[in-house]
C-alpha cells in the first residue's frame, strides 16, 4: 500500500530518492496521515500542508546534526513518520505512546520540544549561538506559521538575531491560517506580500540557469545579482524582515519540492540570517480538510470517506455554554466587552463576535497583550472578559500579576480546559492556573462543578465582583451530579453529602469524583460529607477550621498541581491554626502530566474514584 513509505526509516533514505519518488512519497504520507489520524484523532490539516516542506527539509539538512525547530510541534507528524516513528503510529496521543509534539524523549531527531506558540525563533536562535560559540558547521533552522508571528515573542527574537552574522534559517509557513483564520496588522502585511510571488520565481530561475552555464556562469551571476535586486526593487518595497537585518527569499510554493529543495540549499548558502516565505494550503490533499481546516485543525476520529466525526459532540459543553451565557449577559450589560487570543471557535465566542463585533477582540497569538488591552479596557470603564485556555494563560503570568492584580482592576479570566485536557500532553494540561493565580494579590478564583453554576459565576464575575476574578472550568462536557443545588453565593460552599467520618471539600469538576468515593466509601461503612468549595480562593477560613474541629479526617480534592494549590492553602490553614486534624490533599504530585485519555490520566495521577478511597481508608486506619 505504501511502496516508497515503507521504505523510509531516517532522513538519509529520503536524500536517496528521486524526484518521480518524493512526489510519490507525498501522496502516500497524506493517505497514510489522513488514515492513521481518523483512528487516534490529532491535528490532520496542518500536517497535510507540511508535507512537501519536510520532505525538503530531509532532502537539504543533514538530521540530526542540522537542528530543525518546529513552532508549537502540532505539525510534525510528517517528521515523526520519516524518522523510524511509523510502527508506532496507531499509538499517537495515546498513554504511553507517541507524543503528538516534538519529544526529544522520542527521538535524536527532535531537536526541541514544543508545544506552545511563537517559541521556536528564540529556541532555534539559542542553538545556533551555541553552535557559534562551539565553533561547530551545522545548520540551524526554524519553522514558524504566520498565525505564530502574531506573538511578539517570535518578533523579539527576529529582532534579536537580525545583527548574527553567520547562517539562521527561518522558515515562515505561510498558510493564512492559525487553528482560525488570522487577523491583525501581521496578517494584512503578509497578504501585500503574496500579491507579488513573481521576482522571486524569476529569480530562482535565473540563478539556476547562470549556474549551469560552463566557465562563464559564475562570474555572469555575480553581474547579474545587481540586476536582479534592481529588478526587484521595481516590484516590491523592501520587507519588515529585511529591515530587521535578514536576507528575505519568497514568497515561494510550499508544495513544490524541487524549489523549495532548490532554495532551501540557497539559504545554507548566505553568511547571516535568512527567511525564507512559503505558501502553503493547510490541508492538503484531503477534499473535506482543505474546506473545513478549522476542524480539521485538531479532530477527534472520523470517517475518512465523508469526514464526520465519528464521536458526537454534546450540544452543551463549558465552552458552548460559556458563550451563550456571556451573550445573554451582553445583551442587558452594554460595557461588557469579550476578548480572546486566536481561540474565538475553541472558547465559545462565535456567536458573541457576530452580534457585538464592536465589543470583541481577537488579539492573535499575543495573551501577553490581551490581558494588558483588558487592564486598559477596564482603566477605561468598561468590564473585559478574557476567555483563553488555562495552558495558554501562563504565558500572560505578569501581566496579570503587574497590570490586572496590582491596580486590583475588574477582569473576569474566563480559565477553558482548566485541568486535564488529555492527548495534547504535559504543555497542554491546564493544571497549574489555580496555583499561580492563588498567589497574586486581589485575585478570586471560582470553579463550577456544572452549566448551571458556570451562568450563576458568570453573572456574579461581570454584574457583581469587584476586581480581577477567575473562573475555571475543564474541557468537554458537564455532568450534573446532585439536584436542587442551592444557588451560588460568593464565599459559601455548598453542601452535597452529610456524613461523621470524613469531609471532603472538591473543587471544580472534581465534585463528581468525590461523590462516587461517597459512595464507595459506604461499602466500607464510612459516611462521608462532601462540600462543593465553589470559591476556591479565598476561601472561607473560619469555615474549614470548624470543619477541622469537627472530622477526624479532611480531605481536599482539585484538578490542578499540589504546590502552592488548594490543599496546600487548607495545610497552611490547619497548621497556623495548631488543629491535630488529619488532611489529606489529592492533587497532582507530579507537576508533569503526560499524555493520554483524560480518565487513564486521572487513574495514573491517582485521582480517580477508587484511588480517592483506598487513600482515604488508609489515612483514617493509619
Same mark, same amino acid.
Given at each position: 500500500?505504501?511502496?516508497?513509505?515503507?521504505?523510509?526509516?531516517?532522513?538519509?533514505?529520503?536524500?536517496? &530518492?528521486?524526484?518521480?519518488?518524493?512526489?510519490?512519497?507525498?501522496?502516500?504520507?497524506?493517505?497514510?496521515?489522513?488514515?492513521?489520524?481518523?483512528?487516534?484523532?490529532?491535528?490532520?490539516?496542518?500536517?497535510?500542508?507540511?508535507?512537501?516542506?519536510?520532505?525538503?527539509?530531509?532532502?537539504?539538512?543533514?538530521? +540530526?546534526?542540522?537542528?530543525?525547530?518546529?513552532?508549537?510541534?502540532?505539525?510534525?507528524?510528517?517528521?515523526? =513518520?520519516?524518522?523510524?516513528?511509523?510502527?508506532?503510529?496507531?499509538?499517537?496521543?495515546?498513554?504511553?505512546?507517541?507524543?503528538?509534539?516534538?519529544?526529544?524523549?522520542?527521538?535524536?531527531?527532535?531537536?526541541?520540544?514544543?508545544?506552545?506558540?511563537?517559541?521556536?525563533?528564540?529556541?532555534?536562535?539559542?542553538?545556533?549561538?551555541?553552535?557559534?560559540?562551539?565553533?561547530?558547521?551545522?545548520?540551524?533552522?526554524?519553522?514558524?506559521?504566520?498565525?505564530?508571528?502574531?506573538?511578539?515573542?517570535?518578533?523579539?527574537?527576529?529582532?534579536?538575531?537580525?545583527?548574527?552574522?553567520?547562517?539562521?534559517?527561518?522558515?515562515?509557513?505561510?498558510?493564512?491560517?492559525?487553528?482560525?483564520?488570522?487577523?491583525?496588522?501581521?496578517?494584512?502585511?503578509?497578504?501585500?506580500?503574496?500579491?507579488? #510571488?513573481?521576482?522571486?520565481?524569476?529569480?530562482?530561475?535565473?540563478?539556476?540557469?547562470?549556474?549551469?552555464?560552463?566557465?562563464?556562469?559564475?562570474?555572469?551571476?555575480?553581474?547579474?545579482?545587481?540586476l536582479k535586486d534592481s529588478f526587484r526593487h521595481l516590484l516590491t518595497s523592501s520587507t519588515i524582515f529585511e529591515d530587521l537585518g535578514f536576507t528575505y527569499l519568497g514568497p515561494i510554493d510550499g508544495h513544490d519540492i524541487e524549489l523549495l529543495s532548490y532554495v532551501l540549499e540557497s539559504a545554507k548558502s548566505i553568511n547571516n540570517?535568512?527567511?525564507?516565505?512559503?505558501?502553503?494550503?493547510?490541508?492538503?490533499?484531503?477534499?473535506?480538510?482543505?474546506?473545513? +481546516?478549522?476542524?480539521?485543525?485538531?479532530?477527534?476520529?472520523?470517517?475518512?470517506?465523508?469526514?464526520?466525526?465519528?464521536?458526537?459532540?454534546?450540544?452543551?459543553?463549558?465552552?458552548?455554554?460559556?458563550?451563550?451565557?456571556?451573550?445573554?449577559?451582553?445583551?442587558?450589560?452594554?460595557?461588557?466587552?469579550?476578548?480572546?487570543?486566536?481561540?474565538?471557535?475553541?472558547?465559545?465566542?462565535?456567536?458573541?463576535?457576530?452580534?457585538?463585533?464592536?465589543?470583541?477582540?481577537?488579539?492573535?497569538?499575543?495573551?501577553?497583550?490581551?490581558?494588558?488591552?483588558?487592564?486598559?479596557?477596564?482603566?477605561?470603564?468598561?468590564?473585559?472578559?478574557?476567555?483563553?485556555?488555562?495552558?495558554? =494563560?501562563?504565558?500572560?503570568?505578569?501581566?496579570?500579576?503587574?497590570?490586572?492584580?496590582?491596580?486590583?482592576?475588574?477582569?473576569?479570566?474566563?480559565?477553558?480546559?482548566?485541568?486535564?485536557?488529555?492527548?495534547?500532553?504535559?504543555?497542554?494540561?491546564?493544571?497549574?492556573?489555580?496555583?499561580?493565580?492563588?498567589?497574586?494579590?486581589?485575585?478570586?478564583? &471560582?470553579?463550577?462543578?456544572?452549566?448551571?453554576?458556570?451562568?450563576?459565576?458568570?453573572?456574579?464575575?461581570?454584574?457583581?465582583?469587584?476586581?480581577?476574578?477567575?473562573?475555571?472550568?475543564?474541557?468537554?462536557?458537564?455532568?450534573?451530579?446532585?439536584?436542587?443545588?442551592?444557588?451560588?453565593?460568593?464565599?459559601? #460552599?455548598?453542601?452535597?453529602?452529610?456524613?461523621?467520618?470524613?469531609?471532603?471539600?472538591?473543587?471544580?469538576?472534581?465534585?463528581?469524583?468525590?461523590?462516587?468515593?461517597?459512595?464507595?466509601?459506604?461499602?466500607?461503612? @464510612?459516611?462521608?460529607?462532601?462540600?462543593?468549595?465553589?470559591?476556591?480562593?479565598?476561601?472561607?477560613?473560619?469555615?474549614?477550621?470548624? =470543619?477541622?474541629?469537627?472530622? #477526624?479526617?479532611?480531605?481536599? &480534592?482539585?484538578?490542578?498541581?499540589?504546590?502552592?494549590?488548594?490543599?496546600?492553602?487548607?495545610?497552611?490553614?490547619?497548621?497556623?491554626?495548631?488543629?491535630?486534624?488529619?488532611? =489529606?490533599?489529592?492533587?497532582?504530585?507530579? #507537576?508533569?502530566?503526560?499524555?493520554?485519555?483524560?480518565?487513564?490520566?486521572?487513574?495514573?495521577?491517582?485521582?480517580?474514584?477508587?484511588? @480517592?478511597?483506598?487513600?482515604? @481508608?488508609?489515612?483514617?486506619?493509619?
Open positions: 500500500m505504501y511502496e516508497i513509505l515503507e521504505k523510509i526509516n531516517c532522513p538519509d533514505d529520503v536524500k536517496k &530518492l528521486n524526484d518521480r519518488e518524493l512526489t510519490i512519497l507525498a501522496d502516500e504520507i497524506r493517505n497514510f496521515l489522513v488514515d492513521s489520524v481518523s483512528k487516534t484523532g490529532g491535528h490532520l490539516a496542518s500536517n497535510l500542508g507540511v508535507v512537501e516542506l519536510t520532505l525538503a527539509l530531509f532532502k537539504v539538512f543533514d538530521l +540530526p546534526k542540522d537542528k530543525i525547530v518546529w513552532d508549537v510541534g502540532h505539525q510534525t507528524y510528517v517528521h515523526k =513518520l520519516l524518522t523510524g516513528r511509523r510502527e508506532r503510529f496507531d499509538t499517537l496521543r495515546q498513554f504511553g505512546g507517541l507524543s503528538g509534539f516534538p519529544k526529544c524523549e522520542e527521538s535524536e531527531y527532535d531537536s526541541f520540544n514544543t508545544g506552545h506558540s511563537s517559541t521556536s525563533v528564540s529556541a532555534a536562535l539559542g542553538l545556533a549561538e551555541a553552535r557559534n560559540l562551539n565553533d561547530d558547521d551545522n545548520f540551524v533552522a526554524a519553522v514558524i506559521g504566520d498565525g505564530a508571528l502574531t506573538g511578539g515573542m517570535a518578533f523579539e527574537a527576529l529582532n534579536d538575531a537580525g545583527p548574527m552574522k553567520k547562517n539562521f534559517i527561518v522558515i515562515l509557513n505561510d498558510n493564512n491560517m492559525s487553528i482560525s483564520k488570522n487577523v491583525g496588522g501581521i496578517s494584512k502585511y503578509l497578504t501585500k506580500i503574496r500579491s507579488k #510571488p513573481v521576482y522571486f520565481k524569476f529569480k530562482a530561475l535565473l540563478e539556476r540557469f547562470f549556474r549551469r552555464l560552463p566557465v562563464i556562469g559564475k562570474p555572469l551571476f555575480k553581474i547579474s545579482k545587481r540570517p535568512v527567511l525564507l516565505h512559503i505558501l502553503t494550503k493547510k490541508g492538503k490533499g484531503y477534499k473535506f480538510a482543505e474546506e473545513a +481546516p478549522v476542524l480539521f485543525h485538531g479532530i477527534s476520529r472520523f470517517t475518512v470517506d465523508t469526514g464526520k466525526a465519528q464521536k458526537k459532540t454534546a450540544s452543551q459543553d463549558y465552552s458552548s455554554a460559556f458563550g451563550k451565557h456571556l451573550l445573554s449577559l451582553a445583551d442587558k450589560t452594554p460595557k461588557l466587552c469579550a476578548i480572546t487570543a486566536a481561540m474565538p471557535v475553541g472558547t465559545g465566542l462565535v456567536a458573541f463576535a457576530e452580534k457585538y463585533p464592536d465589543r470583541f477582540y481577537d488579539a492573535g497569538i499575543a495573551e501577553q497583550h490581551a490581558v494588558t488591552f483588558a487592564a486598559g479596557l477596564a482603566k477605561g470603564g468598561f468590564t473585559p472578559v478574557f476567555a483563553v485556555y488555562s495552558s495558554f =494563560l501562563q504565558r500572560a503570568y505578569d501581566q496579570i500579576l503587574h497590570d490586572v492584580c496590582l491596580q486590583n482592576l475588574h477582569i473576569v479570566f474566563c480559565i477553558d480546559r482548566a485541568g486535564i485536557v488529555g492527548e495534547d500532553g504535559e504543555t497542554h494540561q491546564g493544571v497549574y492556573d489555580l496555583s499561580f493565580l492563588s498567589a497574586m494579590p486581589n485575585m478570586t478564583i &471560582l470553579a463550577p462543578s456544572n452549566l448551571d453554576e458556570l451562568g450563576e459565576m458568570l453573572d456574579y464575575a461581570v454584574l457583581k465582583h469587584n476586581g480581577p476574578i477567575a473562573v475555571r472550568y475543564p474541557r468537554g462536557n458537564s455532568q450534573c451530579i446532585y439536584q436542587n443545588a442551592t444557588q451560588f453565593a460568593y464565599g459559601k #460552599p455548598d453542601l452535597v453529602t452529610s456524613g461523621k467520618d470524613v469531609c471532603i471539600l472538591a473543587v471544580g469538576n472534581m465534585l463528581l469524583k468525590a461523590v462516587s468515593a461517597c459512595d464507595l466509601l459506604k461499602e466500607h461503612n @464510612i459516611s462521608a460529607t462532601v462540600f462543593n468549595m465553589r470559591t476556591v480562593f479565598p476561601f472561607d477560613k473560619g469555615f474549614v477550621t470548624d =470543619l477541622a474541629k469537627e472530622y #477526624p479526617l479532611l480531605v481536599t &480534592l482539585e484538578d490542578g498541581i499540589r504546590r502552592g494549590g488548594f490543599g496546600e492553602s487548607i495545610a497552611s490553614l490547619i497548621a497556623d491554626s495548631g488543629l491535630n486534624t488529619k488532611l =489529606l490533599i489529592k492533587a497532582h504530585e507530579n #507537576p508533569v502530566v503526560p499524555h493520554g485519555n483524560p480518565e487513564i490520566l486521572y487513574k495514573h495521577c491517582g485521582l480517580d474514584e477508587n484511588t @480517592i478511597t483506598q487513600d482515604i @481508608i488508609k489515612k483514617l486506619r493509619g
